[in-house]
């Protein structure tokens, strides 16, 4: 099966900093990859998928980008709305999640 | 505007069984793949099971729920199912309702989202 490696597990950003989070496939998959941002006591929201496509009506301070391992997503300016769980998902074959990134505000 | 409504979830005792819920509208419910994801208090989301658009040839199950769990949908009804038997403590989790926003039937990502429904166990 292949796993999906998220890291970081948690940060803290302030407000206007530029966020990176990363996902690694243990295989390719091409860029059959997913974010979403799951808001305290809210229900998950697809971010990005195609790796980079950007779903419709997320702000475009949200970005993806990789392809076959490595991904990445980047919050070009962070918000206090940002304050979320974000999670990658493969959907080439069996959709898995990775444990999710923590962001909270510093 | 897409709403997928959850229900059926409440107090189990293990190896009972629930039938899960999930009410759709604002979209053609028969074109489109449908899946289970769930999440245990605190912890990340994992995916249960999906079925195909039109006649759900198609369907998988995550290994932890095979055997145990069945998926099927009323096109009819513009409803989405699931089947739980054998229930496990480990089966706590909030349970969402999730529309496919594309991939394909072995794999799909969500663009929708139910609020859930919450299954827990009574000791």
């Known amino acids: 099966d292949i796993q999906m490696t998220q890291s970081p597990s948690s940060l803290s950003a302030s407000v206007g900093d530029r966020v990176t989070i990363t996902c690694r496939a243990s295989?390719?998959?091409?860029?059959?990859l997913a974010w979403y941002q799951q808001r305290p006591g809210n229900v998950p929201r697809v971010l990005i998928y195609?790796?980079?496509t950007l779903q419709s009506g997320v702000p475009s301070r949200f970005s993806g980008s990789g392809s076959g391992t490595d991904f990445t997503l980047t919050i070009s300016s962070f918000q206090p709305e940002d304050v979320a769980t974000y999670y990658c998902?493969?959907?080439?074959?069996?959709?898995?999640f990775g444990l999710g990134t923590k962001v909270e505000i510093k | 505007e897409v709403q997928l409504v959850e229900s059926g979830g409440g107090l189990v005792k293990p190896g009972g069984s629930l039938r899960l819920s999930c009410a759709a509208s604002?979209?053609?419910?028969?074109?489109?793949?449908m899946s289970w994801v769930r999440q245990a208090p605190g912890k990340g989301l994992e995916w249960v099971a999906s079925?195909?658009?039109?006649?759900?040839?198609?369907?998988y199950y995550a290994d932890s729920v095979k055997g145990r769990f069945t998926i099927s949908r009323d096109n009819a009804k513009n409803s989405l199912y699931l089947q739980m038997n054998s229930l496990r403590a480990e089966d706590t989790a909030l349970y969402y309702c999730?529309?496919?926003?594309?991939?394909?039937?072995?794999?799909?990502?969500?663009?929708?989202w139910g609020q859930g429904t919450p299954v827990a166990f009574s000791s």
């Open positions: 998902q493969k959907y080439q074959s069996a959709p898995t």
């Open positions: 295989q390719g998959i091409s860029n059959y």
């Open positions: 195609a790796a980079s």
């Open positions: 604002g979209f053609s419910f028969s074109s489109w793949g």
């Open positions: 079925i195909s658009s039109s006649s759900g040839s198609y369907i």
């Open positions: 999730a529309k496919a926003g594309g991939g394909l039937p072995a794999g799909y990502y969500f663009d929708y």
